[in-house]
């Protein structure tokens, strides 16, 4: 290699020119994430030791995260390329508005998920590597949202699925292999149609450089042809399993209330989401001809998974699995904003998927809770919650208002965003359908709240009446571990309900940069594109 | 699987191929070879003593546990990709250092780290794979 007498002039080859210090932050979520993950993973015997290390990460996680977005917000869209090789040949990372904003959500959510663990996990699920699991979990999800390399994002896709296959069998309990299996098998299903996809794409351009692909998809004379049409609806099929679209749903509400509630917390915060995320990224910015001549299905697709999460979430009265249906609905959402595809649409999509992410992990840790408190998941045996802790109660009610759509929340902006670019788009059942959903949640969350919290014991108890319920009281539970994780999710539902500007702006910025990627596209190959 | 034959010989063995497997790790860079097919050769050396001489054997041979060395690849394997920070290279740019030891000459590379990093991974996943069926069985 470098003692070679032949002399090459790497400048054809390699990047040359010196990167700051600052654009490694770029790589920075994904080295925290694999140091600290392989770190505990030596010190796993140790169980004390294991929640500090496993927190510690995941706060710098969060840091890191954080001046990433600073850095995007000032200079633009950075690319950093694996190896110092000329794109599209070495390994892009490309950090942009929308890929560092779900990033940092998502780290920020891992994060009280690594506190709330410190309460829920005991000392075997940490010996069989719970803070492992959630650190490598969270490298594939920031690597996802953060590479510029198609293949690439298969591979994140292969490292947060490992690791969520480790962490959904915590326990070993019968159950959760049952659930393991479903939520594998068709894992495995998704994940195969997304390489064979990627690998028809390889075919066809010769790159899988995310902006490569988007300027050679943008050169061709028929963008809509027959075998591109067929990776688009492979890419499609791939990617709605994995966000839990209807009709390929059904693993979600089979496997999300088996493990360890702050597993099922982290699941139905990030990983339905990184779906999305994918569909996003690639239909907006590389198939955007393919997406706008399926987007009838995707509309249809959007509106039957919007009705039969609301529905599935009304006809359930295990609280776990109810919520599950209530993720399914969501991600119905963000379909819509995919299937109207302008620039509103998409700010709408994106605001809605890191809305969905801190509320939704909220949710089932609050689901947790109310176990802790009234001994089970079931509605018909929960009650009395109110007279535990009224604080709680609120809590609950604002989530269940945030999950719903409810002003002054944070789900409320993103619906109004999406069901005005689905109006102004003519698209009239689309928008029907997300306030229908919206008021079904409504029921749903109601249902829930009514039953758990206001009815004074389990199912049977007459109106006005109190039963004394076993089970520990608000302040008896194992303190900031349980209601500090909590309260920072719910205090981001409310800030972000009350100034969505913020949230707004960022949303809109990173929608505009894939439907007009040409900061994204300068950012790989500099000034001549 | 215990005959007289099989457990007199699978030290040896195992040892040749423990051998074997850091020869093809050395040599992958640019042959045939490196991290991945040497773990998968140092596995099967342990798997195959395993199988003669009883797991706990080679749980004590092998001193730390086999997850603790896939961990330790790992974390050896993201370091290596770190040195070019000093250099305002991009993460992942190989650096070169050439050595003579007694008139030969080494070339020490992040490359090669990160190469054992990866035989370490997987020796340490497929061995503990590998271990678990074991024991299992002799259960």
Known sequence: ?529 | MRTIIFRTIAPYLSALMVLFSIFVLLRGHNEPGGGFIGGLIAASALAIFGIACGVASVRRAIVFHPMGVSGFGLFLSALAGLPSIFKAQAFMTSQWLEVHVFGVEVALSTPLFFDIGVYLVVVGAIGSIALALEEREAD
């Open chain 1, 1 to 529: 290699m470098a003692g070679s007498s032949v002399s090459v002039d790497l400048s054809q080859a390699m990047n040359t020119a010196p990167i700051a210090l600052g654009d490694w932050l770029v790589v920075a979520p994904s080295l925290i994430t694999i140091l600290g993950g392989a770190l505990c993973l030596m010190l796993r015997k140790n169980t004390d030791l294991q929640p500090k290390l496993g927190i510690g990460f995941l706060g710098l996680l969060v840091v890191a995260n954080l001046a990433l977005l600073i850095r995007v917000l000032d200079h633009g869209v950075i690319t950093m390329v694996m190896g110092s090789w000329l794109p599209p040949f070495g390994i892009a990372f490309t950090v942009d508005t929308l890929g560092i904003t779900l990033s940092l959500i998502g780290s920020i959510v891992a994060f009280c998920a690594g506190v709330f663990g410190a309460a829920t996990v005991d000392s075997t699920g940490r010996r069989y590597g719970f803070y492992p699991f959630l650190l490598l979990l969270m490298t594939g999800v920031c690597g996802a949202f953060l590479t510029g390399d198609i293949f690439n994002l298969y591979v994140w896709f292969e490292v947060l699925l490992i690791s969520s296959y480790g962490l959904l069998v915590l326990g070993n309990d019968r159950i959760q292999l049952d659930g393991a299996v479903k939520y594998g098998v068709l894992n495995l299903i998704g994940t195969n149609l997304f390489l064979i996809a990627t690998g028809m794409l390889y075919g066809i351009f010769g790159t899988l450089n995310m902006a490569d692909l988007a300027l050679k998809v943008a050169a061709l004379e028929n963008p809509a042809s027959g075998t591109l049409a067929t990776v688009a609806a492979l890419y499609f099929l791939a990617f709605a399993m994995k966000a839990a679209a209807f009709p390929v749903n059904f693993w979600l509400p089979a496997s999300y209330h088996t493990p360890n509630v702050v597993v099922s917390a982290v699941f139905a915060g990030l990983l339905t989401k990184v779906g999305v995320y994918a569909l996003i990224r690639i239909f907006v910015l590389i198939l955007p001809a393919s997406r706008g001549y399926m987007a009838d299905v995707i509309a249809l697709v959007a509106i039957a998974t919007l009705l039969t999460g609301a529905i599935g979430a009304l006809a359930q009265s295990e609280v776990r699995r109810l919520l599950g249906y209530v993720v399914i609905a969501g991600i119905g959402s963000m379909l819509a904003g995919v299937a109207v595809g302008s620039t509103l649409a998409i700010s709408g999509a994106i605001f809605y998927a890191v809305h969905s992410i801190i509320v939704m992990t909220a949710l089932y840790m609050a689901a947790g809770i109310m176990n802790m408190m009234g001994g089970s998941y079931d509605l018909r045996q929960l009650g009395g919650l109110y007279q535990k802790s009224a604080a709680f109660a609120a809590v609950f009610l604002v989530l269940g208002f945030a999950v719903s759509g409810l002003p002054p929340f944070s789900g409320f902006w993103p619906k109004v965003i999406l069901v005005d670019a689905a109006f102004s788009d003519g698209r009239t059942w689309l928008g029907a359908a997300i306030l229908v959903s919206g008021f079904l949640t409504t029921l749903a969350m109601g249902r829930v709240w009514i039953f758990a919290f206001w009815r004074g014991g389990p199912e049977g108890t007459t109106d006005g009446e109190t039963v004394a319920i076993s089970g520990e009281t608000g302040t008896q539970l194992s303190g900031a571990a349980v209601w500090l994780p909590l309260g920072i999710l719910t205090a981001l539902v409310v800030y972000f309900g009350l100034q969505p500007e913020w949230m707004l702006e960022l949303s809109t910025q990173g929608a505009s940069g894939i439907v007009e990627p040409l900061g994204y596209l300068r950012s790989v190959f500099g000034g001549q594109v």
